[in-house]
């Protein structure tokens, strides 16, 4: 196998016959992989299929029980994080590791500043000057003075990108490989675009492995895709000519084609009115609007990133105040910008930011799951332990939620079941009205079929549901009806029934 590598000089990083064991679990069996010169290399596979595991290896976290790395034909060890940027391998998390009070220039450079210090003084100056140059490829019109707070989350992403190249350029790779860790997953359409043509230029001098849930964006961006499953090797082949349902049968083994957001499930809204907006308005936000959502009734809210519709979920959920208008749950009103009183009502939320709104990390499944219906689960007073564990477990078994136990730590799960965790709270809970925001973002194929199908049983149970989606096929397919917002106005609304869904097509005119 050396031999072929070495001949195949495109080939910059292989491995061969991986294998990662941990107690009762193989998270990696035999796995093969190469990484070729100036290549994006697409990585998919369900959470828990060993992608995380595969990063670690390749970055030195953890090492291989069997099988070897291969880099430049040659057999190496990572010894950690540090020996493999040393090396020329690198990986930006989908958490991101700025620091958000320090410049653009400081974070680019931090723990590296000797090299700008002359005469034991630091040269600010010359930093600046180079942290330009690092970033001008990324073609980022960022003043690098300012704190990574204060610019875009686009911005952020390719400050992290230009950090690791230069990195593992400083100590001599002449061809870094840098792991992209779901580098989109907090951006918008524009942003993604950006982020893309800015990778496809780094290809000249870089080599890159996408990991993501966006198989959209895998095969229009990636040249080659290896896909994983249950920790084995599925495919690895050229982009070219794949769609997304050939990608998603390797992946869960079966067709998702014709009812992939459980249309056949969409049930018609009941005739009461379960929420009600008249006038309501926030200065520069969005206009005066009204609409209602029926008891059962899936509605879309659909414009594009500053249309308003974020602010007014936000305001229904009472993380904001309203400057004008009312707005009812079941004729009752919450108070104005309290999200304790929106919950007391009614009001449920499931925020795009799950693992720092949605849950509490450091607590477990159970406590998670039961947090809203404490009252229910108290004998005599006091709340019942037994009552605690058969409640989560009712809910961890009805949601499909994979976990070593009730009582282990919402960390330490995937984001799709931290997500389906999210949901149960909500779904076992007296919610009339729920707010979810992009609820499948970040997870898996099949994890988002279960969330499809929990939403279908909010609807089922006479839930009111208002969502904000990643696409616009999602927007369509789970929704009962649209409301069209366009420069912080409700322009218009289209009917989705099961059987006469408009196309994306039809939201572009209106939208843009």
Request: aromatic fraction near 4%; charge should be negative.
């Amino acid at each position: 196998m050396e031999t072929l590598i070495e001949q195949d000089t495109g080939v910059v990083l292989a491995l061969e016959g991986i294998t990662r064991r941990f107690p009762g679990v193989i998270a990696l069996d035999d796995v093969a992989l190469t990484v070729r010169r100036n290549e994006i290399l697409g990585l998919v596979g369900e959470n828990g299929a060993g992608k995380s595991v595969l990063t670690k290896i390749m970055t030195g976290i953890y090492q291989p029980d069997e099988g070897r790395l291969m880099l430049d034909g040659k057999k190496v060890v990572m010894k950690g994080t540090a020996d493999a940027i040393r090396k020329g391998i690198g990986v930006v998390f989908q958490e991101g590791s700025l620091i958000p009070n320090l410049s653009v220039t400081e974070n680019l450079f931090l723990c590296h500043e000797a090299r700008f210090r002359r005469f034991g003084v630091l040269s600010r100056r010359e930093m600046a000057a180079e942290a330009r140059r690092v970033l001008e490829p990324m073609n980022l019109d960022v003043d690098v003075d300012l704190p990574v707070a204060s610019i875009s989350p686009a911005a952020r992403q390719m400050v992290e990108i230009a950090r690791m190249v230069w990195l593992c350029e400083q100590y001599g790779a002449s061809n870094p490989i840098v792991i992209l860790d779901e580098p989109t997953t907090v951006l918008n359409d524009g942003e993604r675009d950006t982020l893309f043509e800015i990778l496809n230029r780094l290809k000249s001098r870089a080599s890159m492995i996408l990991i993501s849930h966006r198989l959209q964006e895998v095969l229009e961006n990636c040249d080659r895709i290896v896909v994983l499953k249950d920790g084995r090797n599925v495919t690895e082949m050229p982009t070219s000519g794949l769609d997304i349902g050939d990608v998603e049968k390797l992946l869960v083994g079966h067709d998702f084609a014709g009812d992939r957001f459980r249309e056949s499930e969409q049930r018609a809204p009941g005739e009461k009115v379960t929420f009600r907006v008249d006038q309501l308005a926030k200065q520069g936000e969005f206009a005066p609007l009204s609409f209602e959502v029926r008891e059962g009734e899936i509605v879309s809210l659909v414009g594009l990133v500053g249309s308003g519709k974020e602010a007014l979920c936000r305001c229904i959920a009472g993380l904001e105040r309203y400057d004008a208008g009312t707005l009812a749950i079941e004729g009752k009103t919450p108070v104005n910008g309290s999200s304790r009183s929106a919950v007391l009502h009614g009001v449920g939320h499931v925020p795009i930011e799950r693992r720092e709104e949605g849950l509490a990390l450091n607590m477990s499944v159970a406590d998670n799951i039961n947090y809203l219906v404490l009252d229910k689960l108290k004998v005599g007073g006091m709340i019942s332990t037994r009552r605690e564990h058969e409640h989560a477990k009712q809910w961890v078994a009805e949601c499909l939620v994979k976990t070593p136990s009730i009582h282990a730590a919402c960390a330490g799960l995937s984001g799709g079941n931290q997500q389906k965790i999210i949901l149960s709270k909500w779904l076992s809970s007296d919610v009339r009205l729920l707010i979810l925001d992009h609820p499948t973002r970040g997870i898996d194929i099949k994890a988002k079929d279960e969330v499809y199908r929990l939403i279908r049983k909010f609807a089922n149970a006479g839930i009111a549901m208002i969502i904000m989606c990643d696409t616009l096929e999602e927007d369509i397919g789970l929704a009962n009806r649209l409301l069209i917002m366009r420069e912080r106005r409700l322009i218009g609304e289209l009917e989705a029934s099961a059987h006469a869904k408009p196309t994306p097509q039809d939201l572009i005119k209106l939208i843009v």
